[in-house]
């Protein structure tokens, strides 16, 4: 029923899907990374400052490398004192133990080190809660997800990963316009600012509980075959959220394609390929596994098709 935690994919699409989201300075750092070179890492995040969300996004995506940890060691080795250094090094050991190639015990330990390094930062807290994620009681993922919320109250990943977590509760209820998904997407919506992202949460919860019940069987795996994405509450939830991104005036922000993919996936499936459209020219070439993938399809293959589609439309 869950996907993997951070848009990898088991399919053969994922090398379209770039989770760097066209930052280029991230992905030219990320190069040098994986060649062993931590100097440009250290400057890229040094820049990043306290730009929260930036440096999640960044950090995530550095450490989902097969050989981010042993770099971000050995960074580590040379300057023992840095939060950066020991930030990169637990997010690297939390998706080593999500792959099985560490003890989480000890992914655990070097975020509450890396805390200690930088107590305002929500990145290692973010780790810890990517890594309990699918595995930790509710009451430790709220807690860790509350430990985030205190050092950035609009923490766009956090918000995303309690979305995909609540959505998995009670599949057996179907289509229950009540789920808690959305009570927790709407009151994330209404305590942002109004020019926060979090606006789109309620779309991002709708395809969450799609993905959810389509794995149970309860929705077809064809989401254009799918009432979900037609009822009154679909259509409330699409039109406010389109209509926010209209107004949007924040094309700076880190994860801002990931919104766009989830929106122009709502619009598409409700029917409103001129709409969809609109939202692909923004997005461009990059295509997001969530939600693409939901239920269990080639995420690269469905982006392409949908946007074809829509494009074609106009």
């Given amino acids: 029923m869950s996907p993997p935690p951070l848009g990898r994919s088991r399919r053969r699409g994922v090398q379209h899907v770039d989770p760097a989201l066209g930052d280029s300075e991230l992905i030219a750092a990320r190069a ?24 999640g996004h960044r950090l995530v995506v550095l450490a989902e490398g097969s050989a981010s940890a042993a770099w971000a060691r050995d960074w580590q080795l040379a300057e023992p004192e840095s939060a950066d250094a020991a930030t990169l090094l637990a997010c690297a050991a939390v998706f080593g133990a999500i792959r099985g190639k560490g003890p989480e015990a000890a992914a655990v330990e070097a975020c509450r080190t890396a805390a200690r390094l930088a107590p305002a930062d929500p990145t290692p807290w973010l780790a810890m809660l990517i890594l309990a994620r699918e595995r930790a009681t509710e009451d430790e993922v709220s807690r860790l997800f509350e430990e985030v919320r205190a050092r950035h109250p609009e923490h766009h990943h956090a918000h995303h990963l309690m979305a995909a977590r609540l959505a998995e509760r009670h599949p057996e209820a179907g289509q229950d316009p009540l789920h808690e998904v959305y009570d927790f997407a709407a009151w994330a919506a209404e ?84 709409e969809a459209a609109a939202l692909f020219h923004r997005i461009g070439e990059h295509a997001t596994r969530a939600p693409w993938a939901y239920p269990d399809r080639d995420p690269y293959q469905a982006f392409s098709a949908a946007r074809d589609a829509a494009l074609g439309s106009v």
Wanted: aromatic share 10%; glycine share 6%; net charge positive.
């Fill in 32 to 55: 040098q990374l994986a060649q062993g070179r931590w100097t440009r890492v250290r400057s890229l995040l040094a820049g990043t400052g306290d730009d929260w969300d930036r440096r």
């Fill in 191 to 274: 305590q942002a600012p109004a020019d926060s992202p979090l606006a789109v949460l309620p779309v991002v919860a709708h395809a969450e509980r799609y993905r959810v019940l389509a794995a149970a069987g309860s929705e077809p795996a064809n989401p254009l075959r799918s009432a979900h994405w037609s009822g009154r509450r679909a259509r409330q939830v699409m039109k406010a959220a389109f209509d926010w991104w209209l107004e949007w005036e924040r094309e700076d922000h880190p994860r801002n394609r990931i919104d766009l993919n989830f929106l122009a996936h709502a619009k598409y499936c409700e029917g409103r390929p001129a």
